[in-house]
């Protein structure tokens, strides 16, 4: 199994936190994280996000270009403070590849959970910028690996 945990790109300032949308400059950012999934033919069958406006944009311009007949679904364990040993729980459930859109700090406290001893000195080089892409996978929902990790504002790169 595989999850594909992105951070919304770039929003905009200023609006009610829920509301806020997509920068053109945050647009760019998912899309080169959908080209990457293209190009090196990763897919997911399921698709959730947090159900804030830019967590449904970053879905959609993924989710239409790697697998637009998945359908988007609102998932609130991946709001902001959510507890990320709720999603961990709820990640045991699923046998087939996801992709999770959240924000900060949700997704960095995640993946803390998540990931192993061993697995955590990789951590230390990753910071979830707008638009970050990690890609971690498992075979028995208890031992997490890094596979891909994904800026788009600096060059890809595999951990």
């Not at 997509?22 to 950012?29: A, D, I, K, N, V």
Request: charged share 20%.
């Amino acid at each position: 199994m595989k999850v594909i945990l992105v951070r919304h790109g770039e929003a905009v300032e200023g609006a009610v936190d829920a509301l806020r949308h997509l920068t053109e400059h945050g647009e760019e950012q998912i899309q080169t994280i959908a080209d990457y999934l293209s190009k090196n033919a990763i897919s997911f069958s399921k698709c959730y996000y947090s159900g804030r406006e830019r967590t449904k944009q970053t879905a959609k311009i993924i989710c239409e270009q790697i697998s637009p007949h998945t359908k988007l679904e609102i998932l609130t364990l991946l709001e902001p403070n959510a507890n990320p040993q709720a999603l961990i729980n709820r990640l045991s459930h699923f046998n087939e590849d996801i992709l999770l859109v959240g924000h900060l700090p949700h997704v960095q406290d995640f993946v803390s959970e998540l990931l192993s001893q061993n697995e955590m000195r990789d951590l230390n080089k990753i910071i979830f910028h707008p638009g970050s892409m990690l890609i971690l996978s498992t075979e028995d929902h208890v031992n997490w690996h890094i596979e891909h990790y994904l800026n788009p504002d600096e060059t890809a790169s595999m951990i």
